[in-house]
């Protein structure tokens, strides 16, 4: 079993900025991959960011440019920096962890942006 708790979510003005975490714990050997996926009103849920265990990093088209992921392979904790937040960008933002046992989801952090 693995555990997904993420945090950081918040409410900001547009053009603000915000830090979500995700920490994976319990049988968390060999994480192949954790990423962010969020799911606005009206739309599929989407992939925002990942990072494998090598480093390699994916980012979607709708935040590249203003979203920086990182990792901590020790610790199993994931970082993403969101700048520039947009009206847009506000929904609740989802981590995924992906083991060898399988993939594994936390409940979820909210983002609001709004003047």
């Known amino acids: 079993q693995v555990q997904v708790v993420e945090s950081g979510g918040g409410s900001v003005q547009p053009g603000g900025s915000l830090r979500l975490s995700c920490t994976a714990s319990?049988?968390?050997?060999?994480?192949?991959?954790m990423g962010w996926f969020r799911q606005r009103p009206g739309n599929q849920r989407e992939l925002v960011a990942s990072?494998?265990?090598?480093?390699?990093?994916y980012y979607g088209d709708s935040v590249k440019g203003r979203v920086t992921i990182s990792r901590d392979n020790i610790k199993n904790t994931m970082m993403m920096q969101m700048n520039d937040l947009k009206p847009e960008d506000a929904t609740v933002y989802y981590c995924?962890?992906?083991?060898?046992?399988?993939?594994?989801w936390g409940r979820g952090t909210p983002v609001t942006v709004s003047s």
């Open positions: 319990g049988t968390t050997k060999n994480v192949y991959a």
């Open positions: 995924k962890v992906v083991t060898p046992t399988g993939d594994w």
């Open positions: 990072i494998n265990n090598g480093g390699t990093t």
